[in-house]
């Protein structure tokens, strides 16, 4: 597709994109794909704070806080095209720049051996292979088969293998060095951390294929649930109907997504052009603060950019 950009997530610290409250017994659970029930960050999430960043930027500190939409700036102009702005029916619009939901791609768990290891499935690697295909990124490894139940597939470097095992959580599977699964590990770990930084390494390291029922079962009850209290100031003790509990995508967690720019609305005469607006706000690896408890540390993501090969014009 031309003029589109992949983003990658990579949750630094526990991410709360939740849903309000929740009906089971979590009080408060994270947003989910309907149909796989894996996590996901919406895409309306993710283009909010990615342009709020941006906004603070170019405001300066005596601006902050109030309407941007007074800026006369040529840079004001590229974000108000970029990601939209308020208005009467004449003067609104939506933004040139439009993200897809980012959806899970490797989920982080505990391991004997190796710490922790990234868990992807053959299903969630498919739907990947697909993705970046229609987005019209090249080199993309093969999609790969189905796995054995009991079996993980690991790569040549692994780091997570106990004799001839590989132990996650309460579960364990027999180990099976795999060439697709290096392969990806490879490419993955290229697009997150670029490809001559140290944790590309640690990636391949870490990089482990399960059978689809497995990972199912691990993104269900893999997150993080954390148990909040409110203390009553003059007693000490936990406020009446204040304990609740919430989840969260645990730190290290990679997501994808893509964003695409279309046209550009409401020009004004300015010469902006999509590849343009990509250049300028889809290009820089960012620092974002995503989804809610951000004064308890949460939400603290990695978002890089990546270009798809021949897509820019």
């Known amino acids: ?18 849903i309000g409250r929740g009906v089971g017994y979590i009080d408060l659970p994270i947003d989910r794909d309907k149909v796989t029930g ?40 590229l974000l108000k095209a970029a990601f939209g702005i308020a208005g009467d029916d004449n003067n609104s619009n939506s933004g040139a720049l439009i993200p897809t939901d980012a959806k899970l791609v490797c989920l982080p768990v505990r391991s004997f051996r190796g710490t922790f290891a990234w868990a992807t499935s053959p299903l969630c690697l498919r739907m990947l292979h697909r993705t970046l295909t229609l987005a019209g990124v090249t080199g993309v490894p093969k999609a790969p088969e189905g796995i ?9 470097a692994t780091a997570l293998v106990e004799s001839s095992s590989i132990y996650l959580e309460d579960l364990d599977f027999t180990a099976q060095k795999c060439e697709t699964a290096s392969e990806w590990a490879e490419k993955i770990g290229e697009w997150v951390f670029g490809k001559d930084d140290p944790w590309t390494k640690e990636f391949q ?5 399960l059978p689809d029922s497995a990972f199912d079962f691990l993104c269900e009850t893999g997150t993080e649930v954390h148990t909040r209290v409110r203390i009553n100031d003059d007693t000490k003790t936990v406020a009446q109907g204040q304990l609740w509990t919430e989840e969260s995508l645990p730190a290290e967690t990679i997501l994808m997504g893509f964003v695409q720019c279309d046209r550009v609305f409401g020009r004004n005469g300015e010469d902006i052009t999509p590849g343009g607006l990509l250049d300028r706000f889809a290009k820089t690896a960012l620092t974002l603060q995503i989804g809610g408890k ?12 990546a270009p798809v090969n021949g897509g820019d014009r």
């Open 294 to 305: 951000a004064t308890v540390g949460r939400g603290q993501v990695r978002c890089v950019f």
């Open 148 to 156: 054995d139940e009991g079996q993980a597939h690991h790569t040549a």
């Open 1 to 18: 597709m031309p003029n589109t950009r992949i983003y990658w997530l990579h949750a630094l610290s526990p991410t709360h994109a939740g």
């Open 205 to 209: 390291k870490r990089f482990v294929v």
């Open 38 to 77: 894996w996590p996901i960050l919406r895409g309306s999430g993710f283009k909010g704070v990615w342009a709020d960043h941006y906004a603070q930027m170019l405001l300066k500190p005596e601006q902050r806080g109030k309407d941007e939409r007074k800026l006369d700036t040529h840079e004001s102009k």
